[in-house]
Nanobody, 120 residues
């Protein structure tokens, strides 16, 4: 079993910043990719940004230049620094971790989500 727990959401004014954190724990041999997705009401879940164990990143065009994803491999933790937030960034943000368990099976685990609301 692999658990993923997010933290750091909240209410922020337009132009403000927030930092999300996510830690994976449990029967982990190796975490390969970690990242963030978001889902606004009435919309499909979409990629925000992901980072591989080697540090390669991929992010949505809508957040490039504003959001930065990073990870601490030793702690199986991923961060999302969000700057210059806009009302359209309002969504539930979900962390995802994928990799290999101690019994050499693959896992793909999701957190419970953390709400980010950008509003004045």
């Amino acid at each position: 079993q692999v658990q993923v727990v997010e933290s750091g959401g909240g209410l922020v004014q337009p132009g403000g910043s927030l930092r999300l954190s996510c830690a994976a724990s449990g029967s982990i041999f190796r975490v390969e990719s970690m990242g963030w997705y978001r889902q606004a009401p009435g919309k499909q879940r979409e990629l925000v940004a992901v980072v591989s164990s080697g540090g390669s990143t991929n992010s949505a065009d809508s957040v490039k230049g504003r959001f930065t994803v990073s990870r601490d491999n030793a702690k199986n933790t991923v961060y999302l620094q969000m700057n210059s937030l806009k009302p359209e960034d309002t969504a539930a943000y979900y962390c995802n971790a994928a990799g290999i368990t101690l019994v050499r099976s693959r896992f793909n685990s999701w957190g419970q989500g953390t709400q980010v609301t950008v509003s004045s």
